[in-house]
């Protein structure tokens, strides 16, 4: 089966990434359609790049590096819950996209935000990166306002209309992953001839 990971996008004391990430992964269960798993940006302690060379030559020195490497090479698909912050993805997302280029290329993923403009500036950077990585991100986009998403500004409580942006990202993302597939298999053959 198709395996997703649903990629948190802040390492902040308090963050409220952790629960919108959280309820996505919730909602994507519910589907059936792959094997989502949550994957918290948090647990790998990624220090500020601190890789000497190249993402793309895949010569990791940090243990953290290798580690973070492998999770990721594990799936076909991702869905990146990103907050805004100064009109821009998190620093802390922008940083692990960062470290890897490999174990992105030529994978499908969609996009969660929220903000006070439901992060959609941070989508339109961090659709920048993810085709720099070559992956290959869905039109749809699950929008959160923090006014009306978020009780106290800290506990998400999506709206039923805003709950709703998330079955059209997962819909074009589940197939996308599928055909993605298809593309590494070919590079696979080509690389090999």
Same mark, same amino acid.
């Given at each position: 089966?198709?395996?997703?990971?649903?990629?948190?996008?802040?390492?902040?004391?308090?963050? $409220? $990434? @952790? #629960? !919108?990430? *959280?309820? !996505?992964?919730?909602?994507? *269960?519910?589907? #059936?359609?792959?094997?989502?798993?949550?994957? /918290?940006?948090?647990?790998?302690?990624?220090?500020?790049? /601190?890789? %000497?060379?190249? %993402?793309?030559?895949? $010569?990791?020195?940090?243990? +953290?590096?290798?580690?973070?490497?492998?999770?990721? @090479?594990?799936?076909?698909?991702?869905?990146?819950?990103?907050?805004?912050?100064?009109?821009?993805? +998190?620093?802390?997302?922008? $940083? +692990?996209?960062?470290?890897?280029?490999?174990?992105?290329?030529?994978? +499908?993923?969609?996009?969660?935000?929220?903000?006070?403009?439901?992060? !959609?500036?941070?989508?339109?950077?961090?659709?920048?990166?993810?085709?720099?990585?070559?992956?290959?991100? !869905? *039109?749809?986009? #699950?929008?959160?306002?923090?006014?009306? /998403?978020?009780?106290?500004?800290?506990?998400?409580?999506?709206?039923?209309?805003?709950?709703?942006?998330?079955?059209?990202?997962? /819909?074009?993302?589940?197939?996308?992953?599928?055909?993605?597939?298809?593309?590494?298999?070919?590079?696979?053959?080509?690389?090999? @001839?």
């Amino acid at each position: 089966m198709t395996k997703i990971a649903i990629i948190t996008g802040s390492t902040r004391p308090g963050r $409220n $990434n @952790a #629960g !919108v990430a *959280q309820w !996505v992964l919730e909602q994507a *269960q519910l589907r #059936g359609d792959a094997d989502y798993e949550l994957v /918290d940006i948090a647990d790998f302690n990624l220090a500020l790049l /601190d890789e %000497a060379y190249p %993402a793309a030559y895949q $010569n990791y020195q940090n243990e +953290a590096t290798k580690t973070w490497a492998a999770k990721i @090479a594990e799936f076909d698909g991702y869905v990146f819950v990103t907050p805004e912050y100064n009109h821009s993805v +998190a620093p802390a997302l922008a $940083n +692990a996209l960062s470290y890897l280029n490999a174990e992105f290329a030529n994978k +499908a993923a969609g996009i969660v935000s929220y903000g006070s403009a439901f992060g !959609v500036r941070a989508v339109e950077h961090l659709r920048g990166i993810l085709s720099e990585l070559q992956v290959a991100h !869905v *039109q749809k986009t #699950g929008m959160f306002s923090l006014f009306t /998403d978020f009780e106290n500004f800290s506990v998400f409580k999506p709206t039923e209309q805003q709950a709703a942006s998330l079955a059209p990202v997962l /819909d074009q993302l589940v197939p996308w992953t599928v055909a993605m597939k298809s593309v590494r298999e070919a590079a696979l053959v080509s690389a090999s @001839a």
